[in-house]
């Protein structure tokens, strides 16, 4: 008999240091699709379309039930929260019998009331699957997997890559583990290790001490007899809550010494390397000087800093008014998110002139608005599809948009926060690449795939904000304390 697994992916990351709150509306802007739609995910690099096709391959029948994502945020508010469960519980019911689930959530998901909102939406599943019917969970590698989600799921794995490239490989990863298990395989248990360190995500990459710990990690998974999976949570580290951390879960044979012994070993190991997580700032007119002499065109800046990828709002004018001061004769992209300038251009159509104060339309705590006066040079709105290798293929939306031309730069701004990460943004927008010598992007190491070998040379600015790579200033009221590099610890 043919078995029945469903799909199912709801993704939102919370950075709880931002002063917006996501709502349902956050997840509406991007699509959220059920039943048969889902299955037009196939072929793309998502954790639903890895899943779907892996199932496919191995003579299982993938049931569709719900893919929703939202751009990263602030806490999402309760009432949307219970919105996603109850998507997630009714197409599931549509579905059944199930033989079993494939769930990809995001991991560091906060609501209103809830510190795993991860974990609210796994128990609605579980609620209506009979405890027999395996749970398979994939999370992104920034999770912070709590020790709940790791208990009552049947198995906890991650994304291997950072900047992201394996979504589809992680969802295919999950659905042939879960195949396992019902297929009679083997059982299989997750069990997690951590340690009190955050570390910034634009040190994370596969060079430098993360990609060590990766290596050594498929090097264990090879070579140690029952674990099937080795994942690392270095973490969202813009996350208030308790238990924050660096983390490590292995997948093993149950009551198995070993896979204990080896997630607190590569946990110890980061732990251990924890002072080389380092990365070099340069200030922002030091930047823009920089590029007057580079060989690379463009030179991409990154504003991580104000990175909604990372939960911040994507309105910091900070590079608006540098590239002003300081930017004559450079040809400069810089994405914004505010609703208002949008508005003013739209009004103003095409090849208008509009003089526009834009910034800090939301986030008001770092930057002063700033003044800009322009032609339009284009407006749209709609979803637009990802090209790069980060979601390739998926459909995004930075809502209502427009280009603001004022000589040499040119502001997009947006009324959702664009994916920068991605040069498909600007192209959508009508802007080459290939002809600026300086664009910033609001990423902290996504855009090093999504922009490939145009991603050389980059440089990471210094730069207040809510997605701030100076861990040490950000200020934690719920997180479990003493923690690395918020205190100095000099032992466990």
């Known amino acids: 008999m043919t078995l029945r697994v469903g799909v199912a992916s709801i993704l939102q990351e919370t950075n709880t240091f931002s002063v917006a709150r996501s709502t349902i509306d956050d997840f509406r ?56 469960g109850a998507i997630l519980e009714r197409e599931i019911r549509r579905a059944l019998p199930l033989d079993g689930l494939v769930l990809s959530l995001h991991g560091a998901l906060v609501a209103e009331g809830a510190n795993s909102g991860d974990l609210v939406l796994f128990r609605r599943a ?8 395996p749970i398979g969970v994939c999370l992104d590698l920034h999770a912070h997997p709590v020790d709940e989600l790791t208990e009552e799921a049947s198995f906890v794995i991650g994304y291997r890559t950072y900047p992201h ?53 498929d090097a264990l998974a090879s070579g140690t007899a029952g674990v099937a999976d080795i994942s690392l949570f270095p973490v969202q580290p813009w996350l208030d809550v308790p238990g924050i951390g660096f983390a490590v879960t ?35 007119a030091d930047a823009i000087e920089r590029a007057r002499t580079s060989a ?26 540098e590239l002003l ?7 400069a992209y810089v994405t914004l998110l505010d609703a208002a300038a949008v508005d003013t251009c739209h009004r103003a159509g095409v090849g208008g002139e509009v003089v526009a104060t834009v910034g800090s339309s939301i986030d008001r705590r770092f930057h002063d608005p700033v003044e800009v006066s322009g032609t339009v040079g284009a407006v749209g709105a709609g979803a637009y599809p990802l090209t790069g290798p980060v979601f390739t293929g998926m459909e995004v939306s930075m809502g209502g948009w427009a280009r603001i031309d004022t000589g040499t730069l040119s502001v997009l701004v947006t009324e959702r926060p664009a994916c920068t990460f991605d040069p498909a943004t600007f192209a959508h927008a009508g802007l080459d690449p290939g002809a600026a010598d300086i664009i910033v992007v609001r990423s902290a190491n996504l855009f090093r795939a999504g922009w490939g070998a145009r991603a050389e040379g980059a440089i990471i600015l210094d730069l207040p904000g809510a997605s701030t790579p100076r861990l040490e200033r950000l200020v934690f009221e719920r997180a479990t304390r003493p923690l690395y590099p918020v205190d100095q610890i000099s032992s466990m």
Do not use: C, Y
Not at 177 to 203: C, S, Y
Not at 299 to 313: F, I, K, V, Y
Not at 325 to 331: D, K
């Open 29 to 84: 802007s991007q699509g959220i699709h059920a039943g048969a739609d889902v299955l037009a995910l196939a072929g793309s690099n998502t954790e639903a379309g890895g899943a779907i096709v892996a199932l496919r391959e191995r003579g299982a029948d993938p049931l569709p039930l719900v893919k929703a994502w939202a751009m990263s945020g602030g806490v999402l508010d309760a009432a949307a929260l219970a919105e996603l």
């Open 126 to 133: 579980r609620s209506i699957l009979e405890d027999r019917v």
């Open 165 to 217: 490239i394996d979504q589809a490989e992680t969802g295919a990863r999950t659905a042939r583990i879960l195949l396992d298990i019902l297929e009679g395989r083997r059982p299989l248990k997750t069990v997690v290790a951590r340690r009190p360190m955050l570390t910034p995500p634009e040190a994370q990459g596969n060079e430098g001490p993360f990609g060590r710990l990766r290596r050594h990690a």
């Open 250 to 284: 292995v997948t093993g044979v149950p009551g198995d010494t070993a896979a204990r012994e080896v997630a607190e070993r590569i946990a110890d190991e980061a732990w251990a390397a924890r002072d080389q997580f380092n990365i070099t700032l340069v200030a922002p």
């Open 296 to 321: 690379f065109h463009p030179l991409l800046l990154s504003e991580s800093a104000d990175s909604p990828t990372a939960g911040s709002t994507g309105d910091s004018p900070a590079m608006v008014r």
């Open 325 to 331: 001061r300081h930017g004559a004769g450079l040809r």
